[in-house]
């Protein structure tokens, strides 16, 4: 992905034939995708990550989320896994838009308020718009959801959700709207996708006495064999912090909370109390 260029997207098109009318079938496609974000940096006279700072990220407030990391940002970006073996950083090049932003958990935390509607800003109505079906997918044992923009939709569109992976890492967001819940797994470990991850996601969305409103973190220790660490946050910055198989977690992420702020005076969450261990 890091070397595949522009000018080998452009010769990929040149060479292409549409197998089907467009928007007569669902298929998904990180190509798609990334060729989307491309065409509308062009039709801005932009670059992708500018178009989406200036249109999404800095009216939302996730100041801690980039393509292009800072020195700052570099030195506390966890390394991916892929079982025990540590992998490279990850980066894309022109197809940017299907898979090359990095984040926290605290800025997904922040974006999911926007699309639960706990907060609201200039572009909450096109979030809105996002949860809507753009594509009934057949009802078979399959395909259990309809497609949005961008989202995949459960239960009528009440469940919505999205996920994914690259070399070292998964990520797990969604949030069911009757509840207003919302949930963001966050792993530097391939190998548990898409059961560990999809599974803690999906758990935290149907449980509906599970008492928490966001799933802050998940880490992975390759060190110390296949062990997780939760970072709960509950309504008051309240924190829970939960082991694996009765083996108390002794890592708290760096992505959320415990370290300097950034140099810049920007805050990346809200504060933390000690974690009460639940092994």
């Not at 540590?86 to 940017?96: H, V, W």
């Not at 907060?119 to 949005?148: E, K, N, V, W």
């Not at 919302?182 to 560990?196: C, I, K, Q």
Request: with cysteine.
């Amino acid at each position: 992905f890091e070397n595949y260029s522009t000018d080998l997207l452009y010769e990929f098109l040149g060479q292409f034939t549409l197998p089907r009318t467009p928007g007569s079938q669902f298929e998904y496609s990180n190509a798609g995708m990334g060729l989307l974000g491309h065409l509308l940096a062009l039709s801005q006279n932009s670059d992708y990550e500018t178009l989406l700072r200036e249109r999404v990220l800095d009216p939302l407030g996730m100041f801690d989320t980039a393509i292009e990391l800072d020195p700052f940002q570099k030195s506390r970006r966890a390394p991916g896994h892929h079982g025990v073996v540590e992998r490279p950083p990850f980066e894309m090049n022109s197809l940017r838009a299907a898979g090359g932003i990095k984040s926290t958990a605290a800025d997904l935390a922040t974006y999911l308020e926007f699309q639960l509607g706990i907060r609201s800003g200039p572009i909450s109505p096109a979030l809105d718009r996002s949860h809507q079906m753009s594509f009934d997918l057949p009802d078979t044992p399959g395909t259990p959801y309809d497609l949005g923009l961008g989202w995949w939709l459960w239960d009528g569109g009440d469940l919505v959700q999205h996920g994914g992976e690259s070399f070292g890492s998964t990520v797990f967001i969604g949030f069911r709207q009757s509840t207003g819940t919302g949930v963001v797994v966050l792993s530097n470990n391939r190998a548990h996708y898409p059961a560990g991850i999809s599974d803690l996601g999906f758990h935290c969305l149907a449980t509906a006495d599970i008492g928490l409103d966001i799933l802050m973190g998940f880490n992975y220790h390759p060190t110390s064999g296949d062990v997780i660490s939760l970072d709960y946050r509950q309504d008051g910055g309240q924190s829970i912090n939960l082991g694996a198989s009765g083996t108390p977690a002794s890592y708290r992420s760096p992505w959320l909370g415990g370290v300097a702020d950034p140099p810049d005076g920007r805050s990346r969450g809200r504060p933390w109390i000690p974690a009460r261990d639940l092994g």
